[in-house]
């Protein structure tokens, strides 16, 4: 069997199709990186996305968000808590109660103590402080479910990472 022109010719047609292949995916890729980095700038910056952005800001934000969403399908938390969550996610040890003992007392939790914990947003966070006074301080973390937002994926999720005293 021999090699010929329109081998040759096969084989070089196919790797320009997957060059552009590659470099479209590489594009689209690129696109989406700076669409997910530019509001997370913006918040970092000072001041909450909600405050600063234009409409069309608003929509890559939702659109950001709605993986999430998905991920935790039997909670109901807004947007606003979702959006304004990262910050919170990457902390830097700024919060010294949290950060030295490792779990978060529900109990004694400010709403800024709950907000570092990963999948709380400031509405999640000041829904747990209402329903901590409202019962008079958790027993239990299974007492979660309870609080509108949190759902059992929620609270799987944050298990390790609060306590009640």
Do not use: C, W
């Amino acid at each position: 069997m021999s090699f010929t022109i329109g081998h040759a010719l096969a084989v070089i047609l196919l790797l320009i199709v997957a060059l552009g292949i590659s470099l479209a995916l590489l594009v689209q890729q690129s696109m989406n990186m700076a669409m997910l980095s530019q509001p997370t700038a913006m918040q970092t910056t000072g001041g909450s996305a909600g405050d600063q952005a234009t409409p069309s800001q608003n929509t890559m934000d939702e659109k950001r968000t709605d993986p999430q969403q998905s991920e935790h399908s039997d909670a109901t938390a807004n947007p606003e808590s979702d959006t304004t969550q990262s910050p919170h996610m990457q902390t830097d040890g700024s919060d010294a109660g949290a950060a030295t003992h490792g779990l978060i007392n529900l109990n004694t939790a400010t709403a800024e103590e709950l907000q570092s914990i990963k999948g709380i947003g400031p509405v999640t966070a000041q829904r747990i402080i209402d329903h901590r006074t409202a019962i008079g301080g958790y027993a239990s973390v299974d007492q979660l479910l309870d609080v509108k937002g949190i759902g059992s994926k929620t609270l799987e999720t944050m298990r390790g990472q609060v306590t009640v005293g």
